[in-house]
């Protein structure tokens, strides 16, 4: 046969063959950087991956075509070969017309080209250089056509529980009711403060690769005298001034119940006096302190303040004295 007609059937042949310009399959310029062509794919993975268009035959051949096209121009000497025209848009090299297809089909594609379902640069599944995008949208699993869908966990569950001050320092079990609809028992650690997060394991949404977990928000309410500082617990006591004076024993509460305080004689407002191990029982043993600042307090009854008031006009005539002469003051 001439080789004109060689030649020209050759030429139909690839008239009515689909283009497969790799950057016409991931619609990018010629010029594109390595940054836009994965961008592009990246895009059209989102689109065309079949686990989300299950049943499409279309969708999944455009998924192998531009796969394919990506695994070419993702690697830098082989896009650099198929500008040079060295190969083709499968990989295969490209040969000199000798008067007949020799060792290539009337399709430009040898022979002995390999094949997926992927397409032809994957062997027996996805290939490295798109590795990391199918990891990042579908779990980085194994997974090829025809196999188990990626497996993907349930997202979590926030939940917010209100607790008391003494259930958070002393520890409570308290029931949560869930999303789902059921109820859990759930055990607030000891020294558990505002803000922290228990995580129930797989009790959030379900998910094809397991549920996710459900986190319970603990919020702590005030206490009517009890402050919190790390594990101490701050305590302001109101004294008498007969019990500053002369000294005494009261009783005074505390997380675990009300304890005897010894005052002692001359005892000033903002003195602080310490009860070891009266604080906030710490998750591995041991508790805080309990500190307790002494307030003065006069009586309330004006009558008995008048009867205070004469003693004390004479005594400060005699004993006059300068609370305020150490910080500077008049």
Same mark, same amino acid.
């Given at each position: 046969?001439?080789?004109?007609?060689?030649?020209?059937?050759?030429?139909?042949?690839?008239?009515?063959? %689909?283009?497969?310009?790799? /950057?016409?399959?991931?619609?990018?310029?010629? $010029?594109?950087?390595?940054?836009?062509?994965?961008?592009?794919?990246?895009?059209?993975?989102?689109?065309?991956?079949?686990?989300?268009?299950?049943?499409?035959?279309?969708?999944?051949?455009?998924?192998?075509?531009? $796969?394919?096209? /990506?695994?070419?121009?993702?690697?830098?000497?082989?896009?650099?070969?198929?500008?040079?025209?060295?190969?083709?848009?499968?990989?295969?090299?490209?040969?000199?017309?000798?008067?007949?297809?020799?060792?290539?089909?009337?399709?430009?594609?040898?022979?002995?080209?390999?094949?997926?379902?992927?397409?032809?640069?994957?062997?027996?599944?996805?290939?490295?250089?798109?590795?990391?995008?199918?990891?990042?949208?579908?779990?980085?699993?194994?997974?090829?056509?025809?196999?188990?869908?990626?497996?993907?966990?349930?997202?979590?569950?926030?939940?917010?529980?209100?607790?008391?001050?003494?259930?958070?320092?002393?520890?409570?079990? +308290?029931?949560?009711?869930?999303?789902?609809?059921? $109820?859990?028992?759930?055990?607030?650690? +000891?020294?558990?403060?505002?803000?922290?997060?228990?995580?129930?394991?797989?009790?959030?949404?379900?998910?094809?690769?397991?549920?996710?977990?459900?986190?319970?928000?603990?919020?702590?309410?005030?206490? %009517?005298?009890?402050?919190?500082?790390?594990?101490?617990?701050?305590?302001?006591?109101?004294?008498?001034?007969?019990?500053?004076?002369?000294?005494?024993?009261?009783?005074?509460? $505390?997380?675990?119940?009300?304890?005897?305080?010894?005052?002692?004689?001359?005892?000033?407002?903002?003195?602080?006096?310490?009860?070891?191990?009266?604080?906030?029982?710490?998750?591995?043993?041991?508790?805080?302190?309990?500190?307790? +600042?002494?307030?003065?307090?006069?009586?309330?009854?004006?009558?008995?303040?008048?009867?205070?008031?004469?003693?004390?006009?004479?005594?400060?005539?005699?004993?006059?004295?300068?609370?305020?002469?150490?910080?500077?003051?008049?």
């Amino acid at each position: 046969m001439p080789a004109t007609r060689w030649l020209l059937e050759d030429r139909a042949i690839k008239k009515e063959m %689909p283009n497969k310009d790799p /950057y016409k399959k991931l619609d990018v310029e010629r $010029t594109a950087s390595e940054a836009e062509i994965k961008k592009a794919y990246r895009k059209l993975v989102k689109k065309l991956h079949p686990d989300i268009n299950p049943g499409r035959a279309d969708i999944e051949r455009r998924f192998k075509e531009v $796969t394919s096209a /990506y695994e070419l121009l993702s690697d830098s000497k082989k896009r650099a070969r198929f500008d040079r025209g060295e190969i083709d848009a499968d990989g295969n090299e490209q040969h000199a017309f000798h008067g007949g297809f020799g060792d290539r089909n009337p399709y430009g594609t040898h022979q002995r080209q390999r094949s997926s379902r992927y397409g032809p640069f994957s062997s027996g599944g996805r290939s490295s250089a798109a590795e990391d995008i199918f990891a990042e949208f579908f779990g980085g699993g194994k997974h090829g056509f025809g196999g188990s869908a990626p497996q993907q966990r349930g997202s979590d569950v926030t939940y917010q529980l209100k607790v008391s001050f003494l259930e958070a320092c002393l520890g409570e079990k +308290k029931r949560v009711a869930l999303s789902s609809g059921k $109820t859990i028992d759930v055990t607030i650690p +000891k020294g558990t403060e505002d803000g922290h997060k228990l995580r129930l394991r797989g009790l959030g949404n379900a998910g094809t690769g397991g549920a996710g977990d459900a986190l319970v928000e603990i919020k702590v309410g005030a206490h %009517p005298y009890f402050i919190r500082k790390n594990n101490n617990i701050l305590l302001d006591v109101p004294i008498s001034l007969p019990e500053a004076i002369l000294g005494g024993e009261i009783k005074v509460p $505390t997380l675990f119940g009300p304890v005897s305080l010894k005052i002692p004689e001359a005892a000033n407002t903002d003195s602080v006096m310490r009860l070891k191990g009266k604080g906030v029982p710490r998750a591995k043993g041991g508790a805080g302190d309990m500190l307790v +600042k002494l307030k003065i307090v006069l009586p309330d009854n004006k009558k008995d303040l008048e009867k205070l008031a004469s003693p004390i006009e004479k005594w400060a005539k005699k004993h006059a004295y300068a609370p305020r002469k150490k910080l500077g003051w008049a």
